[in-house]
């Protein structure tokens, strides 16, 4: 046994790899696979159990980050036992240390980067674990390719087989559910904004009824809490291949950007939310003269951010929420004008102040609106969304709506189709004549 180490240490390390390579389908085909893996058959249930999840992001992500780590920490594993049995048996077991020691805290240091540690956070476990692994047992144990050989197999059949798996039997897409949140989040901030103004002013009318359908109001709450959800949901859809309406590459990280500006204007919406139960609410005389136009903006918002909600839903460009941003703005800024000028100068400050308050907010929220209206558009050249021009009706009254929008070129108007004729003889006889009595009267 003395006799044979020297001269197995002096083969090369590519040879001892090729060697290794090449002789496994034969084993795979004379050998069963149980005999063949032994106990490292083991890793592959092992894999199994740690890496199928619920999505196929979140599945795809954890296959792809436990391959790549077994990967590369067994090759790094090899290279460095390598380079310890070239130091002779005093100095192999120090160097093994050290670079054990080197490589745990190189990658605990990569771990605590936001961006490392959301996508690649997993692998670097398995690359510590893997590369302790390999260079650790290869100093008792002279079949170090085999055994990385042996790990790196069994990890690749167990995540091929949750690949698999999750992609083929009920597949659960996470970038969907990301979508679908974004679009429900919206949805409910324009369910919100499209109850508040009947509830806020009109409190003193009906209030029994009122209270009855107040549903609306606490669906917003669920937006303040959606940061954590979308940016999981987000890191899973960027692992996942094109399935769907949505392509290869496709902007996840901009539904991020999307779902911050939702959650700014539901934080608003909070603070709006807190003058409908507030002891002190201001004379009814003073709301009323602000009531109109803040009615129209909480409607015309609320309309804004569901034609919205129900583009990113459906994919197609939002060009009918562009029409209700313009009017949420005109009636902002004639609300302005109402604020600037003075609501009631008689009226005591503490009446005013909650008045005012609301108003100021709804006029934020609006632009809260059309930073989201921008960003959908945005999201929508992107990821190509389909281009759906408006049909309006000669019914649908056109007043109120803004000659100036930019999106007013791109409305399909009312067509009125007016039919010419070729004129015939007895047609040309009763113009004769009509024009002969008309003379007869002006004379």
Known sequence: MEMESPSYQKQSLFARVWSSIKASPKKIKSEPVYDNFGVTAMWAVMTVVVVFEFSVGATFGKGLNRALATLVAGALGVGANHLASLSGQIGEPILLAIFVFLQAAASTFLRFFPKIKARYDYGMLIFILTFSLI?????????????????????????????????????????????NLIALNMEKLGNFLEGFGDEYFGRGEEEEGCKEDRSFIEGYKSVLNSKSSEETLANFARWEPGHGRFKFRHPWKYYLKIGSLTRQCA?????????????????????????????????????????????????????????????????????????????????????????????????????????????????????????????????????????????????????????????????????????????????
């Not at 042996?150 to 970038?175: D, N």
């Not at 009226?347 to 960003?375: H, K, Q, R, W, Y």
Request: aromatic share 2%; proline share 5%; with cysteine.
């Open 135 to 179: 260079s650790v047992s290869g100093f008792r144990d002279d079949e170090i390719i085999g055994t990385a050989q042996k790990r790196l197999s069994t990890v690749f059949i167990g995540g091929l087989a949750c690949v698999i798996i999750s992609i083929l039997v009920c597949p659960v897409w996470a970038g969907e559910d990301l979508h």
């Open 267 to 443: 934080c608003r919406i909070e603070a709006l939310n807190g003058y409908l139960e507030a002891d002190i609410q201001g004379k009814p005389e003073i709301r009323s003269r602000i009531r109109v136009t803040c009615t129209e903006m909480c409607l015309e918002s609320g309309k804004a951010l569901k034609e919205l909600a129900l583009a990113v839903k459906n994919m197609t460009k939002p060009l009918s929420a562009d029409s209700h941003i313009e009017n949420s703005k005109s009636a902002s800024k004639n609300l302005n004008t109402m604020l600037q000028s003075g609501l009631c100068e008689d009226a005591d400050i503490l009446d005013l102040i909650p008045v005012a308050t609301v108003a100021s907010l709804l006029i934020d929220i609006v632009n809260c609106t059309e930073e989201i209206a921008e960003s959908v558009q945005k999201l929508a050249s992107m990821a190509g969304f389909a281009s759906v021009e408006p049909t309006v009706s000669p019914e649908q009254p056109q007043t109120g709506q803004p000659e100036t929008s930019k999106t007013q070129d791109k409305v399909d108007l009312p067509h009125v189709v007016v039919t010419v004729r070729e004129p015939t003889q007895e047609n040309e006889n009763s113009l004769e004549s009509r024009n002969g009595m008309v003379r007869q009267m002006e004379s």
